[in-house]
């Protein structure tokens, strides 16, 4: 049974930092794939920044140098550093990661349960 745990969402106030993790755990092959999206009350789930297998991070354009994605292979583990924080950076943040279980040839879509960051002005 795989699965995508988040962590290190809070409060925090405009301009501040947060660095959110995000493991998947369970019987794992490969992970190609490693997403952060974040969901505003109201509002679409939308893709805040990506890092896959091999190639280059990509970011939203409103987040832009102020956030990094970064992942840790062998932890099958990634990470969203979020500096200079905006009131409008308040949402759900959710991690998703695309893996193919240990015996199996396709890959699923998986999705961590979310974690709250509310940035205060």
């Known amino acids: 049974q795989v699965q995508l745990v988040e962590s290190g969402g809070g409060l925090v106030q405009a301009g501040g930092s947060l660095r959110l993790s995000c493991a998947a755990s369970?019987?794992?092959?490969?992970?190609?794939?490693m997403r952060w999206y974040r969901q505003a009350p109201g509002r679409q789930r939308d893709l805040v920044a990506g890092?896959?297998?091999?190639?280059?991070?990509h970011y939203a354009d409103s987040v832009k140098g102020r956030f990094t994605i970064s992942r840790d292979n062998a932890k099958n583990m990634v990470y969203l550093q979020m500096n200079s924080l905006k009131p409008e950076d308040t949402a759900v943040y959710y991690c998703?990661?695309?893996?193919?279980?240990?015996?199996?040839?396709?890959?699923?879509?998986?999705w961590g349960q979310g974690t709250q960051v509310t940035v205060s002005s």
């Open positions: 369970g019987t794992i092959r490969r992970i190609s794939d």
């Open positions: 998703n990661a695309k893996i193919t279980g240990e015996g199996l040839t396709w890959e699923y879509d998986y």
């Open positions: 890092f896959p297998s091999g190639g280059s991070a």
